[in-house]
């Protein structure tokens, strides 16, 4: 989840609409769908904001759904 949260603090640091920052962006959205494949119930936290794909892990909400996975893998 940090990897993800550095992809977004970098792109903010990219000129829109450059090679650079189309790149960081299919980046992005490929790690926030590889998210939602891996817990499903993140979808409804997701949000398109101009293109990219974003889900803000320190949402309480969001942190219940990790917690509850983390929970259920453990006692697995």
């Known amino acids: 989840m ?10 903010e640091d990219l000129t829109r609409g450059t090679e ?3 790149d960081a ?6 790690s926030v769908l590889n998210l ?7 979808a409804k936290f997701v949000k398109n904001k101009s293109g990219v794909l974003t889900i803000n892990l320190d949402d309480s ?7 509850r996975y983390e929970l259920s893998a453990v006692s697995a």
């Open 61 to 67: 909400g969001v942190q219940e759904v990790l917690k």
């Open 36 to 42: 939602i494949s891996e817990y499903p119930e993140l």
């Open 20 to 22: 650079e920052w189309n």
């Open 25 to 30: 962006v299919k980046d992005i959205n490929k």
């Open 2 to 11: 940090v990897e993800l949260e550095d992809k977004y603090k970098a792109l």
